[in-house]
């Protein structure tokens, strides 16, 4: 079903009204009854078969995609979800136990590292000091016998905090957490990996604050700092509360497989067939649910579109970009994150790597698409496909490039597509 390829024509179906509310809805200034809009998309799928020519906006399994908050409402296991009882958890090293290779590899992903203590940062600790003025502020990290501090200073008066989190491992950037008088703030300083310096956080105003109390950083309240610890942490949130204190830092196993502890204990008791019921395995995902897992933290198609991203910031956003490419089209096993990533394992940074991924549906040569391949070969070149199709580009706020999953022919000096 593509409803996406129904919008322009949608008018002379189902009237002008009609078309105006979904324009609306997408900006968000309207938000209709979701389980109505699905139904409505349904609908709207009926339209398909008259407009194949035009090039896909949503994805054809758009009726098939959630948003997290959706995800979150159904029952089973799901990335960021907070319910479980701390004793369902058993923490990543009682995997490592039976599964040693993977857990000896998951270590070292940025996703296990991408939050920890400051005292564990290879940032601060190369960085003697670190320091940045924004007005009459002068803002400082610094290394002390009790682990890293955080001061703030306008000459007169210092408020001094020890940083408790760093989150980020530095592929991109680094951002550091702390605590003032019970809430929790995000430092004025974060860690650029394209400048390899520290500058302004994203989002914190470039003129300086009015007072030093404001001055020392943003302050997050704690249904915001309850998602970033759900999709940097592990079990952060345990029986619906969040105790940050208690968190196992970085995204280790039980985020992805759900709490193990019952798995485990089956499998010690030689349970086999209970033990892997007691854990979720990806794998067996359909293709626009295995998405939208990966989507639990780097945001699916709905979340995107819900929270009003357009243009170079969607970048960032994988599953958002690939849904929208033709490779994708009704949703197959040969495209979702896991067949180009394994999660265990550090990201393949070699173009090579990805080629089989493109020809298990692409032909190589000719053009006439076959069943089992139902992609056309590239007349261009035969290797290093994603090199040109998959093209990396700098997003502003962040300074760093991001790779654009929305595989395409790239056109010269064209605009990169919406
Ligand atoms: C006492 C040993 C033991 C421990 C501890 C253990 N596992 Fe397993 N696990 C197994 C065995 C055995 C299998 C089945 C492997 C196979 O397919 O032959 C398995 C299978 C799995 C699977 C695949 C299940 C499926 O349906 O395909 C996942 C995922 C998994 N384990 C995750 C974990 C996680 C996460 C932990 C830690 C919370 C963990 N395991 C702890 C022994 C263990
Ligand atoms: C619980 C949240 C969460 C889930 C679920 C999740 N990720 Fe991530 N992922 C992150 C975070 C956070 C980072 C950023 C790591 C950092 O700080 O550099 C990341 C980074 C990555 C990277 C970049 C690694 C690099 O070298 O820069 C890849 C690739 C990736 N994730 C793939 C996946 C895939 C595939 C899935 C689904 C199987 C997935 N992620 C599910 C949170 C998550
Ligand atoms: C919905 C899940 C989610 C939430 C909520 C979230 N993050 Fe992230 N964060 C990610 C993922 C995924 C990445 C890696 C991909 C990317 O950079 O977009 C990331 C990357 C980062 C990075 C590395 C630099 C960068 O931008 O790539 C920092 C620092 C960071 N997050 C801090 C935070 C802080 C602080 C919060 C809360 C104020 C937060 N995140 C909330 C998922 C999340
Ligand atoms: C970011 C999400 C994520 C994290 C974190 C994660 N896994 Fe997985 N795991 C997956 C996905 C996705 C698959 C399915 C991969 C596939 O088959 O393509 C999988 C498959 C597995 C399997 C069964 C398939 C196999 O390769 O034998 C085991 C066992 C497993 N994981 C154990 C672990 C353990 C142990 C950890 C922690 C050290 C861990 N996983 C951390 C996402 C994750
Ligand atoms: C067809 C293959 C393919 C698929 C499918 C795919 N990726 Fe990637 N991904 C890549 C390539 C290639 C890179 C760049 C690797 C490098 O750094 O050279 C990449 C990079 C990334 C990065 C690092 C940040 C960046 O933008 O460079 C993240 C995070 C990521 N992918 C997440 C995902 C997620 C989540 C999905 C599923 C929605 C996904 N990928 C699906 C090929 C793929
Ligand atoms: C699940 C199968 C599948 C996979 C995997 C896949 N593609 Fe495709 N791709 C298709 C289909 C189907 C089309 C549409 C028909 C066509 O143009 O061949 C397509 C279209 C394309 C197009 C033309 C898009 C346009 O906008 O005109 C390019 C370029 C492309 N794919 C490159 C790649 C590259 C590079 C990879 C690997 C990184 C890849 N594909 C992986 C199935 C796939
Ligand atoms: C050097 C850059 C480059 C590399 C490497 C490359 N391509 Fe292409 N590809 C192109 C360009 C440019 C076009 C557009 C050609 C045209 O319009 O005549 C194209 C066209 C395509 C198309 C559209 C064909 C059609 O008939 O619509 C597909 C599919 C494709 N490439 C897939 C791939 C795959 C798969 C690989 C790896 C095996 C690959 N490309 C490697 C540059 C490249």
Redesign the pocket.
């Known amino acids: 079903m593509n409803a996406g390829l129904c919008l322009p024509k949608r008018s002379s179906i189902f009237g002008l009204e009609f078309w105006i509310g979904i324009r609306d809805w997408n900006s968000q200034s309207m938000r209709m009854n979701r389980l109505g809009s699905r139904f409505v998309w349904q609908v709207l799928g009926t339209c398909l078969l008259v407009s194949f020519a035009t090039r896909a906006q949503s994805p054809q399994t758009i009726a098939d995609q959630f948003s997290t908050a959706e995800r979150l409402k159904k029952p089973g296991w799901w990335p960021t979800k907070g319910n479980a009882p701390k004793d369902e958890y058993?923490g990543?090293a009682?995997?490592t136990?039976?599964?040693s290779d993977i857990a000896a590899s998951q270590k070292t992903t940025p996703m296990a590292r991408t939050a920890r203590p400051p005292s564990d940062s290879e940032l601060l600790r190369s960085h003697d000091k670190v320091d940045l003025s924004q007005g009459p502020y002068k803002y400082e990290m610094t290394r002390t016998a009790e682990g890293e501090v955080y001061t703030t200073t306008d000459g007169q008066q210092t408020i001094s905090e020890p940083l408790t989190w760093a989150f980020g491992t530095g592929n991109h950037g680094q951002s550091y957490l702390f605590e003032h008088q019970g809430s929790l703030y995000e430092t004025r300083l974060t860690y650029y990996q394209s400048s390899q310096t520290f500058g302004l956080t994203p989002n914190h105003p470039l003129s300086p604050a009015e007072s030093l109390e404001k001055a020392i950083g943003r302050k997050i309240s704690s249904a915001e700092a309850q998602k970033c610890f759900g999709c940097h942490t592990t079990a952060s949130s345990v029986s619906g509360v969040f105790t940050p204190s208690k968190a196992t830092p970085g995204v280790t196993?039980?985020v992805c497989?759900g709490p193990?502890?019952a798995?485990?204990a089956a499998?010690?008791n030689g349970f086999?067939d209970e033990?892997?019921a007691f854990?979720?395995?990806p794998?067996?995902l359909a293709p626009a649910d295995s998405v939208d897992f990966c989507g639990a933290c780097h945001r699916t198609w709905w979340d995107v579109n819900q929270d009003g991203f357009t243009g170079i910031a969607t970048l960032r956003f994988p599953a958002y970009r690939l849904e929208k490419s033709r490779c994708w089209g009704n949703g197959d096993a040969r495209i979702t994150c896991m067949a180009c990533h394994d999660p265990h394992q550090l990201l393949a940074k070699e173009p090579a790597s990805y080629d089989q991924r493109c020809l298990s549906c692409h032909k190589i040569s000719g053009s006439e698409p076959k069943a089992d391949h139902p992609g056309a070969a590239c007349t261009v070149s035969t290797k290093d496909c994603v090199t040109c199709h998959m093209p990396k580009y700098e997003t502003p706020e962040m300074h760093t490039k991001f790779t654009d999953h929305m595989i395409r022919v790239v056109k010269k000096d064209a605009p990169i597509p919406d």
Do not use: F, I, S, W
């Open positions: 058993v990543p009682a995997c136990r039976c599964h196993c039980e497989h193990g502890a798995h485990a499998e010690k086999r033990g892997a854990v979720l395995n794998a067996r």
